[in-house]
């Protein structure tokens, strides 16, 4: 079954670079040249903004999330030893973070406002000039994020990186520092929750 | 292949996970299996769904500019931190800045409503405060608005004011299977039956349960978590309530039996007797010995 992965593979993207300039230029950014980081940070940030604005409940917190993220590669790049791939690694800082927040949002979850909901929710038309239609779609969108955030940290993560990050099982086991028949497990328990909690929406095979 | 490993094989499938003998043993009991192929073509609607409600909340992908402001040549690792600390990400597409931008935006908030959350001195005089704010917000509106329901959805978590879960199962409750989320309420209830440690807040749940349990298929996570607060709630009130409540689920007699039977609690015991009685059903007999030989009280 083909899967509705985004058009850019995200590891394919991360690794575009070749591989003598990547590391040349990993090495640069561990001996301190900031240029280098940039750029570094640059090839890396798309992949980091995605999996920020997939955990995090409202824009805000997805900044906050992909700027922890490369504040974290920053401070910890001179222990990067080349053990792994280099955006591997980066995920797995992100992938740390985004537990950190999931974590924390789960403890505070009576903090969150309505507005921070409403946040996410398109409000430019997106879905159409149908104003139906567009309830329709903003509907679905929240009840989506909803199923979403009530996963367990770990599944959640194993879906976004597998799901809407495109990567691949080895990859996400890597990233999230297990076995790929762990990481499986985590996919398996995560998809067939969403169906659960989707399955109204699912009626007939289509909406 | 059975139908029970084909689920299990389709939510791998959904992402892609077989490999070619389990995918091709999969396509053939779905050639042969019309439940399982629908159950598949449900699945790939559900990945479609996933993939397009994303796609709606994000819009085109972020466009991003970064400000990078690094040192040009190596600093002390007690500098660099809070040089980095302070990298602003500028994104697009609906996105604001970055750390600092939030922070002081919050700054003008007023005392007593930010929470910090950790200080970091090692680059002293120049410190970091990391901190989480609470903006206050309020909304008139009717019980039967989408905005009404999903606070108080949200309220009925509240995990240190059990009066404000009180008032938002009293007002959410009547609306039953009427609300606009009504799954999340059966699960916000379900969830307060079986945690929540205010004995009144379970008895309110159990009540906010009925239009549920009457249903002809009752949720099992549902009958599981009456049982459960039948069996073994601390409170014989709400135990007693969770009987009656689960009574009302159609085929409850043979798990009323199975509970009178298995409990040690001769008051829950009774109270299966008597939502059996109501039934029309028979009282075990060995239920009577059994309470009379303990005098009622076990």
Redesign the interface.
Same mark, same amino acid.
């Given at each position: 079954m083909p899967l509705p992965f985004p058009a850019a593979d995200a590891e394919a993207a991360a690794a575009a670079m070749p591989g003598d300039e990547h590391r040349a230029l990993i090495a640069a950014a561990q001996a301190g040249d900031g240029e280098a980081f940039a750029r570094l940070a640059g090839a890396h940030q798309a992949l980091v903004l995605r999996l920020s604005r997939g955990l995090a409940s409202c824009p805000d917190d997805a900044a906050d999330l992909a700027q922890e993220t490369f504040t974290r590669v920053y401070l910890a790049l001179p222990r990067f030893r080349f053990e792994c791939a280099f955006s591997t690694w980066v995920y797995r800082i992100a992938t740390n973070v985004g537990l950190d927040y999931l974590r924390r949002q789960r403890a505070r979850r009576w903090l969150w406002q309505a507005s921070a909901i409403e946040d996410f929710e398109p409000a430019d038309g997106r879905a159409g000039t149908n104003p139906e239609r567009q309830a329709l779609s903003t509907e679905i969108a929240r009840r989506v994020r909803r199923a979403l955030s009530r996963l367990p940290a770990r599944q959640r993560l194993a879906f976004e990186l597998r799901h809407y990050q495109g990567l691949r099982l080895a990859t996400i086991a890597e990233v999230l520092e297990t076995s790929e028949e762990v990481a499986k497990n985590a996919l398996f328990r995560a998809t067939r929750k969403l169906r659960a909690d989707l399955g109204d929406l699912l009626e007939g095979g289509a909406r | 292949m059975t139908c029970r490993d084909a689920r299990?094989a389709l939510?791998?499938?959904?992402?892609?996970?077989l490999d070619g003998a389990a995918k091709a043993a999969l396509d053939a009991h779905c050639a042969a299996c019309a439940a399982c192929a629908?159950e !598949?073509? &449900?699945?790939?609607?559900?990945?479609?769904?996933?993939?397009?409600? &994303?796609a %709606?909340?994000? !819009?085109a992908?972020?466009r991003?500019a970064?400000a990078?402001r690094?040192?040009?040549?190596? &600093?002390p690792?007690w500098r660099?931190?809070w040089t $980095? %600390?302070a990298? $602003?990400?500028a994104?697009g597409a609906?996105?604001?800045?970055?750390?600092w931008v939030?922070a002081s935006r919050a700054a003008a908030a007023a005392p007593g409503q930010l929470q910090v959350e950790s200080i970091e001195a090692s680059g002293m005089p120049e410190i970091g405060v990391r901190y989480?704010t609470?903006?206050q917000?309020s909304?008139r509106a009717p019980v039967a608005s989408l905005?009404a329901q &999903?606070?108080l959805l949200?309220a009925i978590?509240?995990? %240190?004011n059990a009066g404000m879960r009180l008032e938002a199962m009293r007002l959410l409750a009547p609306l039953g299977t009427a609300v606009a989320?009504a799954?999340?309420l059966r699960r916000a209830l379900i969830e307060a039956l079986r945690d929540d440690p205010n004995p009144g807040v379970r008895l309110r749940a159990l009540e906010g349960l009925q239009p549920w349990v009457a249903q002809p298929a009752p949720d099992p996570a549902l009958v599981a978590a009456l049982a459960q607060a039948a069996g073994r709630d601390p409170n014989p009130g709400v135990q007693a309530q969770a009987v009656s409540v689960l009574a009302s689920a159609p085929g409850s007699a043979a798990l009323l039996r199975r509970l009178g039977d298995e409990t040690r609690d001769a008051s829950v015991r009774w109270s299966c007797a008597a939502a059996l009685h109501q039934q029309g059903d028979a009282i075990p007999a060995d239920w009577l010995t059994a309470s009379a030989a303990s005098g009622g009280n076990e």
């Amino acid at each position: 079954m083909p899967l509705p992965f985004p058009a850019a593979d995200a590891e394919a993207a991360a690794a575009a670079m070749p591989g003598d300039e990547h590391r040349a230029l990993i090495a640069a950014a561990q001996a301190g040249d900031g240029e280098a980081f940039a750029r570094l940070a640059g090839a890396h940030q798309a992949l980091v903004l995605r999996l920020s604005r997939g955990l995090a409940s409202c824009p805000d917190d997805a900044a906050d999330l992909a700027q922890e993220t490369f504040t974290r590669v920053y401070l910890a790049l001179p222990r990067f030893r080349f053990e792994c791939a280099f955006s591997t690694w980066v995920y797995r800082i992100a992938t740390n973070v985004g537990l950190d927040y999931l974590r924390r949002q789960r403890a505070r979850r009576w903090l969150w406002q309505a507005s921070a909901i409403e946040d996410f929710e398109p409000a430019d038309g997106r879905a159409g000039t149908n104003p139906e239609r567009q309830a329709l779609s903003t509907e679905i969108a929240r009840r989506v994020r909803r199923a979403l955030s009530r996963l367990p940290a770990r599944q959640r993560l194993a879906f976004e990186l597998r799901h809407y990050q495109g990567l691949r099982l080895a990859t996400i086991a890597e990233v999230l520092e297990t076995s790929e028949e762990v990481a499986k497990n985590a996919l398996f328990r995560a998809t067939r929750k969403l169906r659960a909690d989707l399955g109204d929406l699912l009626e007939g095979g289509a909406r | 292949m059975t139908c029970r490993d084909a689920r299990n094989a389709l939510i791998l499938d959904m992402e892609d996970l077989l490999d070619g003998a389990a995918k091709a043993a999969l396509d053939a009991h779905c050639a042969a299996c019309a439940a399982c192929a629908q159950e !598949g073509a &449900r699945l790939r609607a559900l990945a479609t769904l996933l993939t397009e409600a &994303r796609a %709606a909340e994000s !819009g085109a992908p972020a466009r991003v500019a970064v400000a990078w402001r690094l040192p040009r040549a190596p &600093r002390p690792l007690w500098r660099a931190a809070w040089t $980095a %600390a302070a990298l $602003a990400v500028a994104v697009g597409a609906g996105f604001g800045g970055g750390w600092w931008v939030h922070a002081s935006r919050a700054a003008a908030a007023a005392p007593g409503q930010l929470q910090v959350e950790s200080i970091e001195a090692s680059g002293m005089p120049e410190i970091g405060v990391r901190y989480a704010t609470l903006q206050q917000a309020s909304l008139r509106a009717p019980v039967a608005s989408l905005q009404a329901q &999903r606070l108080l959805l949200e309220a009925i978590e509240h995990p %240190a004011n059990a009066g404000m879960r009180l008032e938002a199962m009293r007002l959410l409750a009547p609306l039953g299977t009427a609300v606009a989320d009504a799954p999340a309420l059966r699960r916000a209830l379900i969830e307060a039956l079986r945690d929540d440690p205010n004995p009144g807040v379970r008895l309110r749940a159990l009540e906010g349960l009925q239009p549920w349990v009457a249903q002809p298929a009752p949720d099992p996570a549902l009958v599981a978590a009456l049982a459960q607060a039948a069996g073994r709630d601390p409170n014989p009130g709400v135990q007693a309530q969770a009987v009656s409540v689960l009574a009302s689920a159609p085929g409850s007699a043979a798990l009323l039996r199975r509970l009178g039977d298995e409990t040690r609690d001769a008051s829950v015991r009774w109270s299966c007797a008597a939502a059996l009685h109501q039934q029309g059903d028979a009282i075990p007999a060995d239920w009577l010995t059994a309470s009379a030989a303990s005098g009622g009280n076990e």
